[in-house]
Nanobody
Framework: QVQVVESGGGLVQAGGSLRLSCVVS????????MGWYRQAPGKQRELVAT?????NYADSVKGRFTISRDNAKNTVYLQMDSLKPEDTAVYYC???????????????WGQGTQVTVSS
């Protein structure tokens, strides 16, 4: 089994900062890409930032959010600065995991963490 657990969400005023963490544990041979996605009420889930062979950001968060990884801890972070009310959403972590040396790489999702930015 593979577990993906996010933490760090909460309520913050506009202009504030939050740092999200995501830990991947369980039967893991390797982790390829890791990333953050978000889903606001009534909207589709969208990519926020990914870290694999390269780092990618949604245009809406460039210059404000920073993704980083600690591979030794199977952890990915999302530092969110200059938060805006439109950043309010449930933030999900996704990890591309190979469980065994001979297995394919599959994506695993966490349960999500709520981020609410008040104006």
């Amino acid at each position: 089994q593979v577990q993906v657990v996010e933490s760090g969400g909460g309520l913050v005023q506009a202009g504030g900062s939050l740092r999200l963490s995501c830990v991947v544990s369980g039967s893991i041979f390797s982790i390829n890409a890791m990333g953050w996605y978000r889903q606001a009420p009534g909207k589709q889930r969208e990519l926020v930032a990914t870290s694999g062979g390269s780092t990618n950001y949604a245009d809406s968060v460039k210059g404000r959010f920073t993704i980083s990884r600690d591979n030794a801890k199977n952890t990915v972070y999302l530092q969110m600065d200059s938060l805006k009310p439109e950043d309010t959403a449930v933030y999900y972590c996704n990890a591309a995991v190979r469980r065994f040396v001979s297995s394919v790489t599959l994506g695993y999702w966490g349960q999500g963490t709520q981020v609410t930015v008040s104006s």
